[in-house]
């Protein structure tokens, strides 16, 4: 007897950047359309969702027959509350390492040579050399990354580069790469940062990492240090944060934030030495060739093995 092949439901937008999985039966579906289901009331094997999933999430236990969860997002917590159980969760596993890695150099040379002041000075009609020969440089900086996954690598690689000194921090200790000599665990993170100029935070959401930038670890870092999350905005304590800067010993420069949205009157949006961008690392057009590429493989580990790769949580 021919065994039944495996059934996903795929974003209509990621159709054209899917390669070849033979036997695999592929549906495609209107991600843009929280009203209507993947699969159109059959049984769904592999759900991948598309890069804006916020109304098909909450609708996850209505889709009759599903195993897996493929996620766009590198982050993966704001999904799990909606998973039914026994399904895995897969997430976005080196989609946006480059482009996330790419918003966090720019966030440090756009704080550390002050381009936000110039690009307000030119919307003014200003021609503004205020603090010509007094920006800060990244060359010869020590940069401390908090998070030595896909993004951190990337970074890493990044700002060697620009002839940094990159100080890696995992969860655990571990033995360096060709990157970095030594991977440090993130017991020893406060000690490291004394004499940093930058500290980079790109770890995953977790009970363990919620608050893990805290106002101690702050407070180790020394005066005129930069704070640059691309991670998630509850990995920092964002009112030990703001106290730092509103009092001007830390700068700050963010694409993540807590709360989520921020109000139009939050105080990091006027505060001195924060530069603030609306959670716009990953998204480029680039996600949509890599995101095709990984949906691939994991259609194919799928048929293969009956499960998917990089499972993160099976509820």
């Not at 995953?204 to 180790?220: I, Q």
């Not at 709360?259 to 996600?287: I, K, R």
């Amino acid at each position: 007897m021919t065994p039944t092949r495996p059934v996903a439901a795929v974003p209509q937008e990621l159709l054209d950047h899917l390669g070849p999985v033979e036997g695999v039966e592929v549906l495609a579906y209107d991600g843009t359309d929280g009203d209507t289901l993947p699969g159109g009331g059959r049984d769904v094997d592999v759900l991948v969702l598309p890069f804006s999933a916020g109304p098909l999430l909450r609708r996850l236990r209505e889709v009759p027959g599903l195993r897996a969860v493929v996620l766009a997002s590198a982050g993966y917590e704001h999904a799990l509350p909606h998973v039914p159980a026994g399904v895995d969760v897969a997430n976005a596993v080196g989609v946006h390492d480059t482009p996330t890695a790419e918003m966090a150099l720019a966030l440090i040379l756009a704080a550390q040579r002050g381009l936000n002041t110039y690009a307000l000075a030119q919307a003014e009609g200003r021609w503004d050399t205020s603090g010509v020969g007094q920006r800060r440089a990244l060359a010869d900086s020590r940069v401390v990354v908090l998070g030595y996954g896909g993004i951190g690598r990337a970074l890493a690689r990044r700002l060697l580069a620009c002839e940094c000194e990159v100080v890696a921090v995992a969860s655990r200790p571990r033995a360096g790469d060709d990157l970095v000599d030594t991977v440090h665990g993130s017991d020893d993170l406060p000690g490291l940062l004394a004499g940093a100029q930058v500290l980079v935070v790109a770890v995953p959401l977790s009970g363990r990492t919620r608050g893990l930038v805290d106002a101690a670890v702050l407070a180790a870092l020394p005066d005129d240090a930069l704070v640059v999350n691309v991670a998630r905005g509850a990995v920092v304590d964002t009112d030990a944060l703001l106290a730092e800067c509103a009092g001007g010993r830390l700068r700050a420069a963010v694409d993540v934030t807590d709360p989520e949205p921020l109000p139009d009157d939050h105080p990091f949006l006027s505060t001195p030495g924060v530069l603030v961008s609306p959670h716009v690392g990953g998204g480029t057009p680039a996600a949509y060739p890599r995101m095709g590429a990984y949906v691939t493989r994991q259609l194919t580990a799928y048929r293969d093995g009956g499960r998917l790769e990089h499972v993160v949580h099976t509820a």
